[in-house]
């Protein structure tokens, strides 16, 4: 079995480097300066055990690897803006033996938000979601680093939109694999929820990239609303969601931020796509929030106004913490006079 990962960056990344050092088979796809120093210099995996370069093989575009091998599995890391069209592009590879890649491989969604999975079921009959708690880092070419212990991440498994048989042979070779490479993969036949309940804490990136990690336990209140609109949300449409205690039961202590000498930790992964100029993904997690308010007759203000302002600073080429606290429940206070009038 050979993992091509699409999308190298911070969870990709850090995927494909830990499967290679287990001895994996595995291919990274990215692109720009990252994917020069891939070619050039290989991958710098950092963990709490230590730094090592890996040899990975490195590629822009499926077309570059030549025909997909029947034995591939997709694992999809790019953010929730960019996955339909690349979904949509990989579909369409040619396969050895015949067919395509949506036909015949099976992609994983190693992704935030909950919006990917039916995106993906679009293009692919074979599609897994992963509901990824792997705190990494990519903010230099060629360089990622995770920063747990003992184990890197825990990457809960399930066949999209639902569990299918338990005899599953691919679910379980990849879950097996990302156990031999320093994560829990649990399997289950509800990984929604469990994505679900990793959104409710995702609304908190919006707010940790407008304000910075220095202000971010100043503006708790406006984490807390929040993520109480989330809850509501979720609970007016009828939708499960894995609790924290669930979270905090199955994570115990397999998986601590450990320190690591000279690597300052940064911040999430909406602070790390400001830090690097790019777009951010707030409309596929404050922004599901609003959706969802919206059609079921729940107010949802205070994610309104993180989606709009993040990506507001992304568009203008601002730095995280561009934003304080003050600024945003004063945004917050005038919305709501305006509703009143």
């Known amino acids: ?139 230099q070419p060629g360089t990622v680093i995770a920063h747990c212990a003992p184990q890197s991440g825990i990457l809960t498994l399930g066949r999209y939109p639902r569990g299918g048989d338990d005899a599953d042979a691919v679910l379980a070779a990849v879950a097996a694999d990302l156990v031999g490479a320093h994560f829990d993969a649990p399997v289950v036949p509800d990984v929604m929820r469990w994505k679900y309940g990793k959104l409710l804490n995702n609304l908190a990136n919006a707010l940790e990239a407008l304000v910075g990690r220095e202000q971010i336990e100043k503006a708790e209140d406006l984490w807390d609303a929040g993520r109480a609109e989330g809850v509501a949300v979720l609970d007016a449409a009828g939708i499960a969601y894995s609790t924290e205690e669930e979270r905090r039961a199955v994570q115990g202590e397999r998986m601590q931020v450990a320190p690591i000498a000279d690597v300052p930790r940064a911040g999430g992964s909406t602070w790390q796509s400001l830090r690097r100029g790019g777009s951010v993904e707030a409309d596929y997690l404050n922004g599901e929030i609003a959706l969802l308010g919206r059609e079921h007759g729940v107010p949802t203000p205070v994610n309104d106004l993180m989606r709009r302002e993040v990506t507001r600073l992304a568009q203008e080429g601002l730095q995280p913490g561009s934003a304080t606290p003050e600024e945003l429940r004063a945004q917050l206070a005038e919305g709501a006079g305006s509703a009143t009038r």
């Open 1 to 139: 079995m050979r993992y091509i990962i699409v999308g190298a960056g911070a969870v990709g990344g850090a995927i494909g480097g830990r499967l290679a050092q287990s001895g994996r088979e595995v291919a990274l796809v990215a692109r720009g300066a990252h994917l020069d120093a891939l070619r050039t210099e290989g991958l710098r995996l950092i963990t709490p055990q230590g730094s090592e370069l890996l040899r990975i093989p490195s590629y822009a575009h499926h077309e570059d690897l030549g025909p997909l091998r029947r034995d591939d599995v997709l694992v999809l890391a790019v953010k929730s803006q960019d996955a339909e069209s690349v979904l949509r592009d990989w579909a369409n590879a040619a396969v050895s033996g015949g067919g395509t890649a949506g036909e015949t491989l099976t992609v994983v969604c190693a992704q935030n938000g909950v919006a990917n999975e039916r995106v993906a079921l679009r293009y692919f009959a074979n599609v897994v979601g992963m509901c990824v708690w792997l705190p990494s880092t990519h903010l």
